[in-house]
């Protein structure tokens, strides 16, 4: 199973609402990652998360409030947003300890397309 | 910030080759260089990577300078599937390290 899953695919939420998104894989890996894509624009980092700890939040604001409650679950919990955080939240996840050439290409979910009102 | 250059767009003659290039001219011995591709509407997906050494595998043909400096990704015969955002991306070989994308190249392949 090489697969990312990203539930809602859609997400439509008021600026006083309280959601969350969910990511979900069951490769093994020990590394996942959230991301934001606005439109046109290539992806940016917000979260990693490394053997369930954070390990990089990019000056994410504390509205977005990420949670690795165990190796193979990821979310992303969201309060407060303004409409310019409508974008589409991309899930990853990947190896972290490597041997030489043994792959650590992240595997990316199909992402949730939000849109705050 | 990313530390690849690339063309904004190229169009492509579906069943011929494209050659995507990406100047990485900043390039440290360390760093890697990895290609990936965005479908409209889909998540990233991973393509192929290489340090030095041409690579191929089932998807793509890497070919990297010698000096390192800039890298050509070979799609050997484009079908219109292929049509699609093409990031290349330098970075560490460790497990964890994220991925900084860069603007990338909108490949059109045409029929």
């Not at chain 1, 980092?45 to 390990?55: A, I, P, R, T």
């Not at chain 2, 990297?64 to 599937?81: G, Q």
Request: positive net charge; hydrophobic residues 30%.
């Amino acid at each position: 199973d090489t697969e990312v899953t990203q539930t809602p695919k859609h997400l439509v939420m008021g600026m006083t609402n309280k959601k969350s998104l969910k990511c979900e894989q069951h490769m093994g890996h020990r590394a996942m990652y959230w991301y934001k894509q606005k439109a046109k624009k290539p992806p940016e980092l917000m979260f990693v998360y490394s053997y369930e700890k954070l390990s990089i939040n990019e000056s994410v604001p504390s509205r977005f409030s990420p949670e690795c409650p165990n190796s193979s679950l990821l979310n992303l919990h969201l309060h407060a947003l303004q409409p310019e955080d409508s974008a589409l939240y991309l899930c990853a996840s990947s190896q972290v300890l490597q041997r030489e050439w043994a792959g650590n290409e992240q595997f990316f979910g199909p992402g949730t397309r939000l849109t705050v009102l | 910030d990313a530390k690849t250059t690339q063309p904004p767009s190229m169009d492509c003659a579906e069943g011929r080759a494209a050659n995507l290039p990406c100047n990485h001219s900043t390039i440290s011995g360390n760093e890697y260089v990895y290609w990936y591709r965005q479908i409209h509407s889909q998540g990233p997906q991973y393509i192929i990577h290489g340090l030095k050494n041409n690579e191929t595998n089932e998807m793509a043909s890497l070919i990297i300078t010698e000096d390192r400096k800039s890298s050509t990704l070979i799609l050997p015969h484009a079908t219109l599937r292929d049509t699609a955002v093409y990031y290349c991306i330098v970075r560490l070989y460790s497990g964890n390290t994220p991925l900084v994308f860069g603007k990338g190249t909108r490949l059109s392949v045409i029929a």
